[in-house]
């Protein structure tokens, strides 16, 4: 079960892109890091963490990131929440927020309630000391909080911009968990307000299509794309397959139908 690095046909390179394979066994949710998983999986974590930080060399001060993906499903929360796991070990100061705000889930991963959260922040209705959440992980956590009437446009407004800077202060390392590219634009409205965007991608999951849209709208976002994480791959070789057309198909339609996702 070894994660290796491989090549992918979406042409990335240009802004360093990195690409891990990230493996699980078993369809059990949640899927955390901890002590006692396997070896190779938490290196596959480390390795993802050398690598965006690599990509983030040059960048002074506090460090944020998106984590995306192009539809539901793929390990998006998943990737977030053990990324600030893996950081948060280095004893950075990590915050991880849940922009997901439509189908926030970093909150059941972590155990911890969504009373309120970053849609309260972005309102105007709370503090920030209200909402920030220390987790057993060693990182802090800002739930998503209510599902408001208009998501992409909190994310795009100016508070959302304060919200950001002021927290920089504070924090190394701001992981932003976000809905899928091909679904809706609340993570397009992040991409120039953080210093890089992960894409994570689900093997027999994802679309060749979907991604490419998906890479497109972040570029011509101006997106800095810092790599692909490739999640539960099955292959041995860790290789990406293009060949699972008609399973993601199935697969959609029924994220589709049972998430709350569109507008
Ligand atoms: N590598 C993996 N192996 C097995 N199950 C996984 C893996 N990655 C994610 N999952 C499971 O798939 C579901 C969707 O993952 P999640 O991270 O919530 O996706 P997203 O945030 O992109 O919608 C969850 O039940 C999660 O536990
Ligand atoms: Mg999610």
């Known amino acids: 079960m070894k994660p290796t690095t491989t090549n992918t046909t979406t042409n990335t390179t240009e802004n360093s892109a990195q690409e891990k ?3 699980h066994k078993g369809r059990r949710a949640p899927i955390l890091i901890n002590d006692m998983s396997p070896f190779m999986i938490k290196e596959a974590y480390k390795a993802a963490r050398a690598n965006i930080n690599f990509a983030l060399t040059g960048r002074g001060g506090s ?3 998106i984590v995306t993906s192009s539809t539901v499903g793929e390990g998006k929360t998943t990737t977030s929440v053990n990324l600030a796991i893996v950081f948060a070990q280095t004893k950075a100061k990590v915050l991880l927020i849940d922009a997901d705000m439509r189908k926030s889930s970093v909150h059941k991963y972590l155990g911890i309630k969504n009373v309120s959260g970053l849609s309260n922040v972005l309102s105007g209705f709370v503090n920030l000391n209200e909402v920030i959440k220390k987790t057993t992980h060693g990182f802090d956590c800002m739930t998503a909080g209510p599902i408001p009437p208009n998501p992409a446009e909190l994310l795009l407004s100016e508070a959302s911009t304060e919200l950001l800077d002021t927290l920089s202060e504070y ?3 701001i992981i932003i968990d976000t809905p899928p590219v091909a679904v809706v634009s609340d993570a397009l409205a992040l991409v120039d307000k953080v210093d890089g965007t992960i894409i994570t991608i689900r093997e027999r999951h994802a679309n060749h ?3 490419k849209k998906t890479v497109s709208a972040l570029r011509f ?3 800095k794309i810092l790599g692909f994480i490739l999640n539960d791959a099955s292959g041995e070789d860790g290789t990406y397959k293009y060949n699972y ?3 993601y198909r199935k697969t959609y339609k029924y994220y589709d139908y049972d998430y709350s996702y569109g507008e």
């Open 209 to 211: 299509d979907d991604l």
């Open 245 to 247: 057309k008609y399973r």
């Open 63 to 65: 460090k944020r990131f």
């Open 221 to 223: 976002a101006e997106a």
């Open 21 to 23: 394979t990230i493996k």
């Open 171 to 173: 924090y190394d390392f």
